[in-house]
């Protein structure tokens, strides 16, 4: 997949934990860490917002695109 999702850059940018954004967004630690280690096959647009919200940042800075990478194993 060449969508790259870079939550755990905006967490350190906003010196936030994965704990304080679950407990913002209303998601489990398990699914804040798919989409860390880039296992998540999609991304609802509620959770999208939920998390551009609580980090106050615009979706381009949590998905990025990289043309023929592939970050699956």
Do not use: H, W
């Amino acid at each position: 997949m060449a969508i790259i999702v870079n939550v755990d850059v905006m967490l350190a940018k906003r010196k936030m934990s994965v704990t304080e954004l679950t407990e913002k967004v209303g998601i489990t630690m398990a699914n804040i860490s798919i989409l860390k280690n880039g296992k998540a096959k999609a991304i609802r647009f509620s959770t999208l917002e939920a998390i551009c919200e609580a980090l106050d940042c615009q979706p381009g800075d949590i998905l990025e695109y990289k043309k023929g990478e592939d970050t699956q194993g």
